[in-house]
């Protein structure tokens, strides 16, 4: 006899919707997800779809009625609960769109709980769209099965973020000219911490005085390379997801 198959497919199409899900619960997708599930992914009456609500975790849905700008599905069974992700955020000065793009990707792949953009003086853009930078992580998030978005906040000064910094969060600050190996400084660190990564220009002399002036900051050095942001942010969230992140504890593959 064949074997069954296996339910919910490992093909079936994610999404993350702003509705809180329940076992039963109808649904009627449209806008871009019903683009997305009718005319790219193709799915018909009776295919499984999996859905997350950043509240509740993760669901497997079946597909009903599908019309050329609205695809109704119903709710069957949570698959998952809303993972839990690792204290840290991401503290990521402002690049040209493009390369904040990829930070924005990379950093929601890595496992970030939240990102707070930065302007500093250096900066070459100082705005940023909100919904193209939330469709960014949420598409991030579906692609590598996240059940939780990280938080998204708006681009504040570097001297607002300073001012207001919480007084039980480290604050790693990837610095040029020099600090303790970010492993290191990872590893030997409890509790909730960030990491705060500079402009394609760097820090000025002024902007790095303020932050070491800060006493939950933490210099730390990212090796003997001048690294561009977006490839700073990638190295920092990697080393300290294996040194103190999730990645400790990590025992098989989701490939």
């Not at 050329?68 to 809303?82: A, H, M, N, Y």
Request: hydrophobic fraction near 45%; charged fraction near 25%.
């Amino acid at each position: 006899m064949p074997a069954t198959p296996a339910w919910p497919p490992k093909s079936a199409p994610r999404l993350f919707v702003e509705d809180e899900l329940g076992e039963g619960l109808p649904l009627a997708l449209d806008g871009n997800r019903a683009h997305y599930l009718g005319k790219v992914m193709r799915v018909s009456p009776g295919d499984t779809v999996i859905l997350c609500d950043d509240m509740t975790g993760e669901w497997a849905a079946r597909v009903g009625q599908v019309e050329k700008r609205r695809v109704d599905v119903t709710v069957v069974e949570r698959l998952r609960p809303r993972e839990a992700v690792p204290d840290l955020w991401l503290c990521p000065a402002l690049l040209k769109k493009d390369r904040f793009d990829l930070a924005l990707e990379k950093a929601t792949e890595l496992g970030v709980a939240a990102i707070y953009p930065v302007i500093t003086r250096r900066c070459v853009a100082d705005k940023l769209n909100p919904e193209r930078a939330k469709t960014i992580v949420t598409e991030a998030a579906e692609q590598c099965a996240r059940t939780a978005l990280p938080a998204l906040s708006d681009p504040q000064k570097l001297d607002a973020l300073l001012a207001d910094w919480p007084d039980d969060r480290a604050l790693f600050f990837a610095d040029e000219e020099g600090g303790r190996a970010a492993g290191a400084a990872f590893a030997a660190h409890e509790g909730p911490a960030a990491i705060l990564i500079g402009p394609e220009g760097g820090f000025d002399d002024a902007e790095r005085q303020a932050i070491r002036a800060l006493p939950q900051a933490v210099p730390i050095s990212l090796g003997l390379r001048i690294l561009r942001g977006e490839t700073a942010t990638i190295a920092a969230l990697s080393v300290w997801m294996a040194q103190a992140g999730d990645w400790k504890s990590v025992s098989g593959s989701k490939e």
